[in-house]
């Protein structure tokens, strides 16, 4: 391992980045979540999304990197957002994308804005619309869409109508923003349909985006992609067209498996991180959220969203060292080996020691994860909550 005294690009420039750098944390990592087989419970779960708010906070208490949380309705649906919102505010945190759910109700069966009834199309979009307002209550401008409709036999339903039915849906949505406020289309290449999925992969997401118009933007789940895809090359062309709205990071070994972003495949982090540091895409101007998307079944879940946090701090690092005049020139000469060996020897650096100094810095300890248990608020919540509720899947 590179020790970064061995370093040679500018330490203080990536430093200086680093400590600017902010990670969006998902309300519903805070909450029980498992398998179909079985959801484990653990004490001290949050109760209500004012509990969710509370948990999150602590991950950016310690981090100093990790000020927004995002919100999944009605998994987080409150009489008073404003209320919430001051809540959030209070805790140091903000609200972040306003994520809508069309596949808890029966209704959607046979999809949400692609279900071949009118009826139920008017629903998902007025669910929608609904989100928009909650996203203007809590001071939000992005809502997420992902869209859980597709089929599992061929022939069950027109693929090509169904195309035509989002489209439609997705124009009644768009219609309903006001400036400076996005969608952000997420896409999942199976699950929970098996044949066909309406928005499977980033072209058709893509497509969808480029027809209603420049604030509608892709989401890239991580752990949405069949195994080998060569994840960095979507970032790439996406960021060419200015449509990488936000990422929703997670690790998967088989599918979408929403574990700790960089524990299965940290060089796959590191290359994502290359491409947005090479397009200057960690400038919020450039509009990419970086956000988690996970669920932790069986860890600890504050401290499993600290070490996602760290991870991705970790990636971006590295990425940040990346010797670019001399990838540039090894390029330029065709230099196969030598360009690799430039990108491997920043993968290669030890950078836990300059993210410690960017957190002492800040008046942080250099150990968050050391700094969370030190507190005792894992040991404070579970005597005083009982009965936490379940975030999501599993059900
Ligand atoms: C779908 C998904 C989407 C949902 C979240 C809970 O698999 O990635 O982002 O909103 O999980
Ligand atoms: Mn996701
Ligand atoms: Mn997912």
């Known amino acids: ?21 902010t990670i969006e944390v998902p309300s ?20 209500d999304p004012w509990e969710k708010i509370a948990d999150a906070a602590q991950v950016n208490a310690v981090t100093g990197a990790a ?64 989100c928009l307002e909650v996203m203007r209550a809590v001071g939000s401008t992005d809502l997420k869409i992902w869209l859980a409709d597709g089929t599992n036999y061929a022939g069950q339903d027109s693929i090509r109508a169904r195309q035509d039915r989002v489209a439609e849906g997705l124009e009644q949505i768009y219609a309903g923003l006001q400036p400076g406020e996005r969608i952000l289309l997420e896409y999942k290449f199976f699950e929970p349909f098996f044949y066909t999925t ?15 118009g420049e604030q509608a933007t892709v989401v890239l789940d991580t752990g949405h992609h069949a195994p080998g895809t060569n994840i960095e090359f979507i970032v790439a062309q996406l960021l060419r067209l200015g449509r990488l709205g936000a990422f929703d990071f997670n690790s998967r070994y088989y599918a979408d498996d929403d574990l700790i972003v960089g524990s299965a495949d ?17 400038d919020p101007a450039l509009g990419v959220n970086f956000m988690l998307d996970q669920c932790h079944n069986i860890e600890a879940k504050i401290p499993a969203q600290i070490r996602s946090v760290m991870n991705v701090q970790e990636a971006t690092a590295k990425a940040l060292l990346v010797d ?24 290669n650096t030890d950078v836990r020691p300059i993210l410690a100094e960017v957190r002492e810095a800040k008046g942080l300890d250099a150990d968050p994860i050391k700094a969370f248990a030190a ?6 919540v579970a005597a005083e909550r009982v009965g936490g509720t379940q975030a999501s899947w599993g059900a």
């Open 375 to 380: 507190t005792g608020y894992a040991e404070k």
């Open 67 to 130: 000020p927004r949380v995002s919100l999944h309705i009605p998994w987080d649906k409150v009489e008073d957002y404003d209320a919430l919102s001051a809540y959030a505010h209070e805790q140091g945190m903000t609200i972040g994308a306003i994520n809508s759910n069309v596949f808890q109700d029966d209704d959607y069966r046979l999809g949400s804005l692609a279900n071949p009834d009118a009826r139920v199309r008017a629903k998902a979009v007025a669910h929608h619309l609904d």
């Open 266 to 282: 940290p060089f796959q982090l590191f290359r994502i991180m290359h491409e947005i540091v090479q397009a200057g895409a960690l």
């Open 324 to 347: 670019a005049d001399a990838l540039g020139a090894a390029q330029q000469a065709g230099d196969v080996l030598g360009a690799h060996a430039v990108l491997m020897d920043a993968f």
């Open 198 to 212: 309406d928005i499977p992969d980033w072209g058709t997401s893509l497509v969808h985006c480029m027809a209603l």
């Open 28 to 47: 519903w990592a805070y909450g029980n979540s498992g398998t179909r087989f079985k959801v484990f419970g653990t004490p001290g779960t949050p109760r």
């Open 1 to 21: 391992m590179r020790r970064i005294e061995e370093v040679i690009v500018d330490i203080a420039a990536a430093k200086a980045v680093l400590a600017q750098q």
